[in-house]
Nanobody, 119 residues
Framework: QVQLVESGGGLVQPGGSLRLSCSAP????????MGWYRQAPGKQRELVAR????????????DYVNSVKGRFTISRDNAKNTLYLQMNNLEPDDTAVYYC????????WGQGTQVTVSS
């Protein structure tokens, strides 16, 4: 069973930045549509960013939830088989546990990585 591994979270002040990483040993992040999700205390898990597969086309589609547009950037390093989420200008409402997963055939959720934005 492939296990998703997220890392890169931490405590940051408002306006700060973090870069999250996600690895999925044994499964290509390039040929699968993948997403970053987050779950804040007392709230449902939400999809915040996704990047389409490049299996068929080199035209990549990237989507963001409105609340993170212009601040977050999803990307992947095919050579490292790693998915990233660059988060800039972080706000207290971004505080959550962040997870990655495959969109079309989700795996069991990993441990996630905690992001706390607080002064």
């Amino acid at each position: 069973q492939v296990q998703l591994v997220e890392s890169g979270g931490g405590l940051v002040q408002p306006g700060g930045s973090l870069r999250l990483s996600c690895s999925a040993p044994g499964i290509s992040v390039r040929i699968n549509t993948m997403g970053w999700y987050r779950q804040a205390p007392g709230k449902q898990r939400e999809l915040v960013a996704r990047i389409s597969s490049s299996r068929i086309s080199s035209d990549i589609r990237i989507d963001y939830v409105n609340s993170v547009k212009g601040r977050f950037t999803i990307s992947r390093d095919n050579a490292k088989n790693t998915l990233y989420l660059q988060m800039n200008n972080l706000e207290p409402d971004d505080t959550a546990v962040y997870y990655c997963n495959f969109i079309d055939a989700p795996l069991d959720w990993g441990q996630g990585t905690q992001v706390t934005v607080s002064s």
